[in-house]
């Protein structure tokens, strides 16, 4: 069974910078896109990025020069930062399987497998 | 980026009652390899979103049937064929056809 957990502060202050930790256990990370997307109070969802089986990234130009994506192979967990947080950036924060997946001859959705959710608010 | 236009924003319905949810793209959806990345999740209240419906019609493994996608290019449906109360959340067509990946802004499922 895949599973997903999202670890790290729930809590921030303005312009530190958000530290988060995905776990994935279950199906290894060196296959696949692993992303992170935010759902702000209220309904709105937004796709922050993802980082492919080989290393590379894909960010959300929407959020420019602020957003890191990074993983350690070794323990199977991928991590978010995001710099420079401002008030506007309080969302629950998960991590997923996160993009277009092609492995012999079989296509593999992003979306799929989802973890709980962290809530992080960002207040002085 | 894409903007996802989902209508309608809350649906009421009962027990049985069959409903449909539209999702609008600003623009086509079809990928140059012939695909058309269009996903429908379903957020449960307390638990994250999950995939029910992915490449515009195809069901997600373990997701009921009463549940269906279609459309092309810029419009799309969702249709459940008979609502159970295990279906009530928030429902999110989101594209991944073309980078940044795109949300709409969900349809809210409520029991009438």
């Known amino acids: 069974e895949v599973q997903l957990q999202e670890s790290g502060p729930g809590l921030v202050k303005p312009s530190q910078s958000l530290s988060l930790t995905c776990s994935v256990t279950g199906y290894s990370i060196t296959s696949n896109y692993w992303g992170w997307i935010r759902k702000f109070p209220g309904n709105k969802m937004e796709w922050m990025g993802y980082?492919?089986?080989?290393?590379?990234?894909s960010y959300n130009p929407s959020l420019k020069s602020r957003i890191s994506i990074t993983r350690d192979t070794s323990k199977n967990q991928f991590f978010l930062q995001l710099n420079s947080v401002t008030t506007e950036d309080t969302a629950t924060y998960y991590c997923?399987?996160?993009?277009?997946?092609?492995?012999?001859?079989?296509?593999?959705?992003?979306?799929?497998?989802w973890g709980q959710g962290t809530l992080v608010t960002v207040s002085s | 980026d894409v903007v996802l236009t989902q209508t309608p924003p809350t649906l009421s319905a009962t027990i049985g009652q069959s409903v449909s949810i539209s999702c609008r793209s600003s623009?086509?959806?079809?990928?140059?390899?012939?695909?058309?990345?269009l996903n429908w999740l379903l957020q449960r209240p307390g638990q994250p979103p999950q995939l029910l419906i992915y490449l515009v019609s195809r069901l997600e493994s373990g997701v009921p049937n009463r549940f269906s996608g279609s459309g092309s290019g810029t419009d799309f449906t969702l249709k459940i064929s008979g609502v159970e109360a295990e279906d009530l959340g928030v429902y999110y067509c989101?594209?991944?056809?073309?980078?940044?990946?795109?949300f709409g802004a969900g349809t809210k499922l409520e029991l009438k």
């Open positions: 980082i492919s089986y080989s290393g590379s990234t």
């Open positions: 997923a399987r996160g993009g277009r997946y092609y492995y012999d001859g079989t296509y593999y959705s992003p979306f799929a497998y």
């Open positions: 989101v594209q991944s056809t073309h980078a940044p990946y795109t």
């Open positions: 623009q086509s959806l079809l990928h140059s390899n012939g695909n058309t990345y």
